[in-house]
């Protein structure tokens, strides 16, 4: 089945409480609620699946869209969006994300909050259609089968929920919207915590494996997908409720890894998990569908095609999106002398560099043949223009080619290596050369079948490695994670790299463990919630970025516009 598209059935009753969870209508019309019902909405088979499907497409979308991905990054001492020479200063609204400044009145403490919970209302929506469905005979299905989609569902809804109270901690638990008037009210994190993994461990068993699903396991909650839900619950459960569940975590990891959930293999190739065919790989736990010619929300301006300067385009032989946007680039590790900065969090491209021989180092360069090297864009971005002449990626402020480094600071048309007089360098101050630019998934050219066919890998078997790695180094046994760590990192290096740890985790510490966190996830929307559970998001110092006067920020505030509709919730502590 195919989740490409996003079907609008959605009844008066969802939109109504979806709308009194965010903002709009408070005067709703009873005999509305009466209008559409499973009974006589449903009529066919496909009937069932578009109303199973339609809560899909909008959660893929939710992983850029309402600033989800900008506030999980741009917080963080991973990306940086700096007033580029007066390109994105947007009112100073990305400074406060990087300060850890914002308000309640900044537009996306509503947007993440509105778009989560959309996805809650569209999948609890149509939970109770199918839960409301008496004969699935009469649709040409089994029990069997219609318990699957409803187990999908639930945990379409526990991954919302689990974002929601991540970022907002204190939140409200949408079980049921038809004729329902009002939204209810928020419970502690406990609550929820316990709710979200009550959903989760129910609905495991009556999931499909994905051997089971084939070729069509992708967009398809499976077992392993609501067991890796549990991992990351069960991680960070000690910041969501003050207790933690280490143990369990490390209990879920183990049967994951023993193929208690299905069977799952991690890719040779550092790239593959990203690449054209991530749809079918054995690596992808949960990926949303991909493709150039319907949905591909990565590919949006709200992740990563405006991670590139302006015509970086032209250097990917990649022309059918127009030009794209230098928003998100790496903050960066040396300052204008380029002299390393001594904080020791951040500095990403640095952390990357600490092993010489990481093929992710590489500039990202096409190949042809739907192949490509390297993750970053760095130097000068060569490209054959129109006239069949060779020239180089500019930016929109003056002539001069661009030539990208890991700094920030006004280097305008200055030569690599020369020294300039200016040597401020802060979220107020940067040129387009400033910034160094991954590209996780590729750009293949416009002419290659291929291009824009990645699936988004949501989640990958390397966070399995990773999370039990972590869990077995709070544990005591460094030796353990190390060869987990490996596993995963030897794909990374040459064979027989010196760059990989030693066997008895010597190397392994707090530090290093939160860096290798960075490397391998790097731009995958995560990079909060693993500084906050380290304890330094709020403690932590990186560029242009001092502690936080107090933790409350380790959560976001509920936009102003949400509390003047929704009067009965209260403000998270500290706004």
Not at 48 to 66: C, K, M, N, P
Not at 370 to 396: H, I, W
Request: with cysteine; glycine share 8%; net charge neutral.
């Amino acid at each position: 089945m195919k989740r490409n598209r996003l079907f609008k059935h959605i009844t008066c009753a969802s939109a109504s409480l979806f709308l009194l969870l965010t903002s709009g209508c408070t005067n709703l019309d009873e005999v509305l609620y009466d209008r559409i019902t499973s009974e006589n909405f449903l009529q066919t088979r496909a009937d069932v699946t578009r109303d199973f499907l339609r809560a899909f497409e909008h959660s893929y979308w939710s992983i850029q869209g309402g600033s989800t991905f900008m506030l999980q990054e741009n917080s963080t001492d991973e990306l940086m969006t700096p007033n580029r020479q007066g390109d994105w200063f947007d009112g100073g609204q990305f400074q406060r994300v990087h300060y850890h400044t914002w308000t309640p009145n900044d537009g996306y403490t509503n947007d993440a909050w509105n778009a989560l919970y959309q996805g809650v209302t569209l999948a609890t929506n149509s939970l109770e259609d199918l839960q409301g469905i008496t004969n699935p005979a009469r649709f040409e299905m089994t029990q069997a089968e219609l318990d699957g989609m409803i187990a999908e569902l639930r945990t379409l809804r526990a991954w919302l929920n689990l974002r929601l109270l991540d970022f907002y901690r204190n939140i409200v638990l949408v079980k049921k919207v038809k004729g329902e008037s009002q939204g209810g009210p928020q419970v502690p994190p406990q609550e929820a915590f316990a709710y979200i993994e009550q959903e989760l461990t129910e609905s495991i068993p009556k999931l499909p494996t994905r051997q089971s699903l084939g070729a069509n396991a992708v967009g398809r909650w499976t077992q392993g997908g609501a067991a890796a839900l549990l991992v990351r619950l069960y991680l960070n459960a000690k910041v969501y409720t003050g207790t933690d569940r280490f143990a369990d975590c490390a209990t879920v990891c183990q049967d994951m890894l023993a193929g208690k959930y299905g069977t799952y293999a991690l890719e040779t190739r550092w790239d593959a998990p990203f690449d054209y065919t991530n749809s079918t790989s054995s690596e992808t736990v949960f990926g949303f569908p991909g493709s150039f010619a319907l949905t591909h929300w990565q590919y949006d301006s709200g992740m990563y095609f405006w991670m590139m300067p302006y015509q970086a385009t032209n250097y990917f032989g990649f022309t059918d999106f127009g030009q794209g946007n230098p928003k998100y680039a790496l903050q960066p590790g040396r300052d204008v002398d380029s002299t390393e900065y001594k904080f020791t969090l951040g500095k990403p491209f640095i952390k990357f560099q600490k092993y010489t021989d990481d093929l992710r180092l590489k500039k990202y360069r096409n190949l042809g043949n739907s192949k490509r090297e390297g993750m970053f864009l760095y130097g000068y971005l060569p490209y054959t223009n129109a006239t069949g002449k060779v020239d180089t990626v500019r930016g929109n402020k003056g002539p001069y080619a661009l030539f990208l480094r890991d700094q920030v600071g006004f280097f305008l048309d200055a030569k690599p290596g020369t020294k300039i007089a200016d040597k401020e360098s802060n979220m107020n101050h940067a040129d387009h050369n400033s910034g160094i630019f991954p590209v996780k998934y590729p750009y293949y050219p416009s002419d290659d079948p291929n291009k824009i066919s990645s699936a988004y890998a949501e989640i990958r078997l390397a966070e399995i490695y990773y999370s039990l790695a972590e869990c077995k180094y709070r544990a005591g046994d460094k030796a353990a994670a190390a060869v987990l760590l490996n596993t995963v990192r030897s794909r990374n290096y040459p064979a027989g790299s010196p760059s990989l740890y030693k066997t008895d985790g010597s190397q392994l510490t707090d530090q290093e463990m939160l860096d290798e966190w960075g490397r391998e996830f790097l731009v995958e929307g995560r990079r909060r919630t693993d500084l906050i559970r380290w304890g330094v998001f709020n403690t932590g110092t990186w560029w242009d970025k001092q502690p936080d006067a107090d933790n409350h920020t380790a959560i976001f505030p509920i936009g102003q516009n949400v509390l003047n509709v929704s009067t009965q919730l209260k403000q998270n502590p500290g706004y």
